[in-house]
């Protein structure tokens, strides 16, 4: 029975370091889709270009991973609002097709650009903490998991302190809710556009940095699948809802690391869509998803 204990434990806490990865690349996408309303298949090119970044600064300086993340958030929001002014703000509200092919076309960019810089081979980056192990008492955990549920808790933190504490986050949040309102209160909405892209690219940008520091590989193309299951985790939790975003990545991220476990790894990934075909079923407006009226 303490056997049986010990795996469910494992299986479980595994699920929520995974789901943290999920919320944060989702938590961006939704925040980006709640104020612009547009649709970005790029946005998981922004956690491989995460990856990328740390691994060259930390290749360069040596310096542990996770304080690098103190460089590469910048720089992501740097890259965000440079994709938002010169790819997005030019097409925004002409129809959803557009924004599909020109995310589309990013992906290519983004990841030929990648591998003419780094090549296609895959790469890893080393944490200084890899071979240390914490007794939770039930179970033995890599202490880099414990440090990204923190880290992650921390960022998550930090931008409801951001959104809902200061002017600007305010700003954004009132964008969200009305964008012709908030026009005519003599809010910048474009501006609003570029911060909240900029965010959303970082949060990113972060999910793909802590991937990589758990010891996970990465190459180019590695964004492509967890871009279509963080619009998958939206949809589930509600679009354009945060907390939506959070409670879809930590669901997501349970049942696959449960299915892994009873069904083998190649159900994984299948099962993040059934659990979303299930719950619209069930609530087409997603967990957290306002009814129309």
């Known amino acids: 029975m303490d056997l049986h204990i010990d795996i469910i434990t494992q299986v479980l806490f595994w699920g929520l370091y995974t789901g943290c990865i999920y919320i944060l690349l989702a938590t961006g996408l939704n925040l980006i889709f709640g104020v612009m ?14 990856t990328y970044i740390t691994f060259f600064l930390f290749v360069m300086s040596g310096f542990n991973p996770y304080v690098l993340l103190c460089a590469s958030i910048p720089l992501l929001v740097v890259i965000g609002v440079i ?3 010169l790819c ?3 097409i925004l509200g002409t129809g959803k097709l557009n924004e599909i092919f020109v995310s589309i076309g990013l992906i290519y960019i983004i990841q030929n650009l990648v591998a003419r810089i780094w090549t296609d ?5 080393q944490s200084p903490f890899r071979d240390i192990s914490v007794d939770l008492g039930v179970i033995q955990v890599p202490l880099d998991y414990l440090i990204i549920m923190a880290v992650t808790a921390i960022l998550l933190i930090s931008l409801y302190i951001f959104l809902h504490h200061t002017w600007t986050g305010q700003a954004i949040r009132a964008t969200s809710q009305d964008r012709k309102g908030a026009m005519l209160m003599g809010i910048n909405v474009e501006r609003m556009d570029m911060v909240t892209f900029g965010i959303g690219a970082a949060l990113a940008g972060a999910a793909g940095t802590l991937w990589a520091v758990s010891g996970q590989v990465f190459n180019p193309y590695m964004g492509s699948i967890p871009a279509i299951k963080a619009f998958a985790i939206i949809i589930l939790g509600g679009l354009g ?8 990545g930590l669901a997501v991220g349970l049942v696959e690391n449960g299915t892994a476990f009873t069904l083998g790894g190649a159900w994984k990934d299948a099962v993040s869509f059934i659990l979303l075909i299930i719950v619209l079923i069930i609530r087409p407006t997603g967990l957290f998803g306002e009814d129309s009226e």
């Open 241 to 248: 809802s945060i907390p939506g975003a959070i409670v879809g």
């Open 121 to 125: 081979e895959w790469k890893t980056i």
């Open 88 to 90: 997005f703000r030019p």
């Open 37 to 50: 309303k547009i649709v970005n298949f790029a946005h998981g090119e922004f956690l491989m270009l995460g």
């Open 83 to 85: 994709v938002e002014r």
